[in-house]
């Protein structure tokens, strides 16, 4: 009788779990040595990756960037297969676009001169926070400014990002200019235009954090987070195709979609057993059909939302439940909501001449939503927009990102709510827009001369907070919680890896996926690294090169 192979049962079919499976299936060591499956809740491969079209355009509603390319393995993998290069147009096709148009709420037009240092001020903190700020090019101001910031910050009990950010603002401020003869924005302050500027980046910084407040993001575990060196770029064929080369080394059958677990059923203290002369496999997975599965090892890939909702009492999930060393830093962990939201602009905005008017990257400054100068018909999920701007220069797509409750504010809105908040928003930025002048052009050639004209044919968001297999889009350290609590995801289960005959199966469940990855948590590259570990564990213990 041939020796039973070992079942290594994968859930998720993102791009941690392909990972995992590829690595164990492609290793020259381990060739037909392990039986392997990879069970998907959805109806699609790719996870959090999720290529999608509009108006001819390739977008993603999930992950988007290649962040940094020196040493990236999803861009050797998008060289490998050609997947950088593309005769449709698709997302970021031009890089990001650095001209923005910066309008204020209530109709001005910011000059760069208030812009440009305000901008510099943010990405210079954000670098220190880091550890990439050089001394070299900084003014005596800006230093001063670091230093003060860093020092109140780390004394603090608690020290956020959000706390730094706003220290450093205030530090500028010390060091900065006053009010006097600042005119030509009507009720807008010097200081509440330089603090609404600060705002847009600062909203950004939610978006890549994931965090609804930047107040919650821890700041010394926080400063862990890396990207690789180089450019950063998106992929012309898109991120699906990273996932379908991942995928394609696997065996039809392998992958199962439609296969939601319900239940992990695993033996943390009690050791094998026989049943009819045979060992019973240790972990069961039960699915929502009702059929049951057995595995030896089970890698579990899905978001840490999905394990958010799977800890919390009479979830019943795991069985019996995690220790509490587990339990604890899921809990602490942050995890948060990051929607993307894109408008197909009506091509009745083309002109009959040769010269096609185009929708200008717009920066947008809100005043804060309790003053009183605010405009009631821009509605709260649009106060935390950071811009609108076409996914290319010449395209008729145009994007914007929403993190925290406008996220999920935004998938509750139907396409009508949607596209009416947008245009009343741009409406309250432009209201006297034929006299005025921008610098990168004017309101005619870029075929905005209100925003109440604009039409648009088709909207499509994102839905990851809804999405009962995600339940959000990405991870971050919170405060109170450590990247510690990262490398404690990533333990396997139960801990007790002896060998000796009385002690419980080994390596019964295994974490991986972006949340389980120290420096590069929230990340493709997190997740695809965190697949190869878990697959270079089961590697190791059955004494084979993971390499």
């Avoid at 109709?107 to 990405?123: C, D």
């Avoid at 109140?152 to 200019?177: H, I, R, V």
């Avoid at 741009?426 to 050639?445: A, D, R, V």
Wanted: charged letters at 20%; hydrophobic letters at 35%.
């Amino acid at each position: 009788m041939a020796a039973k192979k070992p079942r290594v049962v994968i859930i998720g079919a993102g791009i941690a779990g392909l990972t995992a499976a590829n690595k164990l299936y492609t290793n020259p060591n381990s060739k037909d040595l392990f039986e392997i499956c990879v069970v998907e809740g959805g109806n699609r491969i790719g996870g959090r990756i999720n290529t999608s079209e509009l108006g001819g355009d390739l977008i993603e509603l999930g992950a988007t960037w290649i962040h940094g390319i020196e040493n990236s393995p999803i861009h050797k993998i998008a060289q490998e297969i050609h997947s950088l290069e593309s005769d449709q147009p698709w997302e970021n096709m031009d890089g990001v676009l650095d001209d923005p148009l910066t309008l204020a709420e209530n109709g001005y037009e910011l000059n760069p001169s208030l812009v440009k240092p305000i901008s510099r001020l943010f990405k210079k903190l954000v670098d220190f926070f880091h550890g990439e700020v050089s001394e070299d090019g900084l003014s005596k101001e800006e230093k001063g400014c670091l230093l003060k910031v860093s020092t109140t910050n780390c004394a603090a009990e608690k020290p956020s990002l959000g706390s730094f950010l706003q220290q450093g603002l205030d530090a500028y401020w010390g060091f900065g200019e006053g009010e006097e003869e600042f005119k030509g924005y009507g009720f807008w302050s010097r200081k509440s235009l330089e603090k609404a500027v600060f705002a847009i980046h600062e909203n950004m910084q939610r978006i890549h954090t994931a965090a609804g407040d930047l107040y919650t993001v821890d700041y010394k575990a926080e400063s862990e987070y890396r990207f690789f060196p180089g450019i950063e770029i998106t992929i012309a064929k898109g991120y699906q195709s990273i996932i379908e080369s991942i995928a394609s080394v696997l065996t039809v059958g392998s992958i199962q979609l439609g296969k939601k677990v319900t239940k992990f059923e695993w033996q943390p203290n009690s050791p094998s057993e026989m049943e009819n002369g045979h060992d019973i496999r240790p972990v069961k997975l039960h699915f929502s059909d009702g059929s049951v599965f057995s595995a030896d090892h089970v890698i579990v890939t899905v978001s840490l939302g999905v394990l958010k909702a799977g800890i919390c009492e009479n979830s019943g999930m795991f069985d019996p439940p995690l220790p509490k060393f587990k339990t604890e830093a899921i809990s602490r962990l942050g995890y948060g909501v990051v929607n993307k939201l894109f408008l197909e602009l009506s091509p009745t905005h083309d002109t009959e001449s040769e010269k096609i008017m185009r929708f200008p990257f717009l920066q947008l400054a809100f005043h804060n939503s309790t003053s009183e100068f605010s405009n009631p018909e821009i509605p709260w999920w649009m106060r935390k927009t950071s811009y609108l701007c076409p996914i290319y220069r010449k395209s008729k797509v145009l994007k914007s990102w929403f993190a925290g409750k406008e996220a999920l504010e935004l998938e509750s809105l139907k396409d009508e709510q949607i596209i009416d908040g947008v245009t009343s928003t741009i409406s309250c930025f432009l209201p006297n827009s034929n006299s005025h002048e921008m610098y990168n052009g004017n309101l005619n050639s870029v075929g905005i001369p209100n925003g109440r004209e604009l039409k648009f044919s088709k909207v499509l968001k994102s839905n990851w907070g809804n999405d009962p297999l995600f339940l959000g889009s990405y991870s971050y350290v919170a405060v109170g919680s450590s990247g510690d609590d990262l490398d404690t995801l990533a333990l396997p289960l139960p801990l007790n890896t002896s060998h000796e005959s009385n002690s419980s199966p080994p390596l019964q469940i295994l974490f991986a996926g972006e949340a389980t990855h120290r420096t590069l948590y929230s990340t493709t590259h997190g997740a695809y690294f965190s697949g190869i570990r878990e697959a270079n564990r089961l590697l190791q213990h059955y004494l084979i090169n993971g390499v």
